[in-house]
């Protein structure tokens, strides 16, 4: 399996009210390096794909939404995140989760 395809399967496991960050699913895809690609796997998914894949649940490592997605922007992450009971702050112009309540705790697959 290619490693966008492992991306959007672990994301697919991120479970509701939890986040994950680039960092920790590319360690999970097998690539610790890889955290920005993991933001272009997300990126590039289909209209279609977007439905079924909890993109919004994967943040950066300060726990900010940090997309810059026209289409989806970070007022609209933060918004599906508040929707799963996800305590989103806004300050300073971003939007912030605390990694500690709300990290997707997993074991390394």
């Given at each position: 399996?290619?490693?966008?395809?492992?991306?959007?399967?672990?994301?697919?496991?991120?479970?509701?009210?939890?986040?994950?960050?680039?960092?920790?699913?590319?360690?999970?895809?097998?690539?610790?390096?890889?955290?920005?690609?993991?933001?272009?796997?997300?990126?590039?998914?289909a209209e279609k794909e977007l439905r079924?894949?909890?993109?919004?649940?994967?943040?950066?490592?300060?726990?900010?939404?940090?997309?810059?997605?026209?289409?989806?922007?970070?007022?609209?992450?933060?918004?599906?995140?508040?929707?799963?009971?996800?305590?989103?702050?806004?300050?300073?112009?971003?939007?912030?989760?605390?990694?500690?309540?709300?990290?997707?705790?997993?074991?390394?697959?």
């Amino acid at each position: 399996m290619n490693f966008f395809k492992k991306t959007i399967s672990i994301v697919k496991k991120i479970p509701s009210g939890h986040v994950a960050t680039y960092g920790q699913i590319a360690t999970l895809a097998g690539s610790p390096r890889g955290a920005r690609t993991v933001g272009w796997a997300l990126h590039g998914l289909a209209e279609k794909e977007l439905r079924k894949v909890p993109w919004h649940r994967v943040i950066n490592r300060e726990g900010r939404v940090s997309t810059t997605c026209l289409d989806h922007p970070g007022e609209h992450q933060a918004m599906l995140l508040k929707k799963e009971r996800v305590d989103v702050q806004y300050k300073d112009g971003n939007y912030f989760v605390d990694l500690k309540k709300y990290l997707w705790q997993t074991q390394h697959e």
